[in-house]
């Protein structure tokens, strides 16, 4: 099984909401990436965590807060939001955060801020 | 800083025509070398790659060289397919450390029957 799912596929949500979106593999990988991607562009870094521990953050703002609660699973946090925001939010994994190992991509969220 | 710089698109071919995408790279050291593959409303699946120079990736009738000498890895198909079209993404990541993804800016392909 080589496959990371993200819930939810959409979301649209205010500028004044809180929301989360979430990440889960079950391939035993030991690092989680969340990336963004706005369109035609490709994706930006923007979190990486490894066994669990935030290991990069890409100088992203603190409205979106990242959460590795155990090695399967990922979320991360939204709160006031700017239109701006409005893109595709990709997470990956890899078995390890090295440079050796391949990271396997989710389908996204796409998430549009009104 | 590393780079990666791919032809501009978008790309339009007929069913079964040759398919070349170029992409060029600037890194220090000696990077692995990647093609990722986006199907409409998807992630990214990694299509193939090369970890050294000379070295060949493929994958679906898909191939591409790490030329070092050219500092490229051109993504080539000899008989493109409908179901084909998509963006394609060329990647490096550094050898060492905890480098990350370095990704070109896309190359959309649409293939018409």
């Known amino acids: 099984d080589t496959e990371v799912t993200q819930t939810p596929k959409h979301l649209v949500m205010g500028m004044t909401n809180k929301k989360s979106l979430k990440c889960e593999q079950h391939m035993g990988h030991r690092a989680m990436y969340w990336y963004k991607q706005k369109a035609k562009k490709p994706p930006e870094l923007m979190f990486v965590y490894s066994y669990e521990k935030l290991s990069i953050n890409e100088s992203v703002p603190s409205r979106f807060s990242p959460e590795c609660p155990n090695s399967s699973l990922l979320n991360l946090h939204l709160h006031a939001l700017q239109p701006e925001d409005s893109a595709l939010y990709l997470c990956a994994s890899s078995q390890e955060e090295g440079w050796g190992y391949e990271q396997y991509f989710g389908p996204g969220t796409r998430l549009t801020v009104t | 800083g590393n780079s990666v710089t791919q032809m501009e698109g978008p790309v339009t071919l007929s069913e079964e025509a040759f398919l070349t995408i170029n992409c060029t790279y600037t890194?220090?050291?000696?990077?692995?070398l990647f093609w990722y593959v986006q199907y409409p409303g998807e992630g990214l699946q990694l299509l193939l790659k090369a970890t050294k120079a000379d070295d060949k990736g493929s994958n679906k009738g898909f191939e591409a060289t790490y030329r070092k000498e050219t500092t490229s890895f051109h993504l080539e198909k000899g008989s493109v397919q409908v179901s084909d079209s998509a963006v394609y993404f060329c990647?490096?990541?550094?050898?060492?450390?905890?480098?990350?993804?370095?990704f070109g800016t896309g190359t959309r392909l649409t293939i018409i029957p």
């Open positions: 990647a490096l990541r550094r050898n060492f450390g905890n480098e990350k993804l370095t």
């Open positions: 890194a220090t050291g000696y990077p692995s």
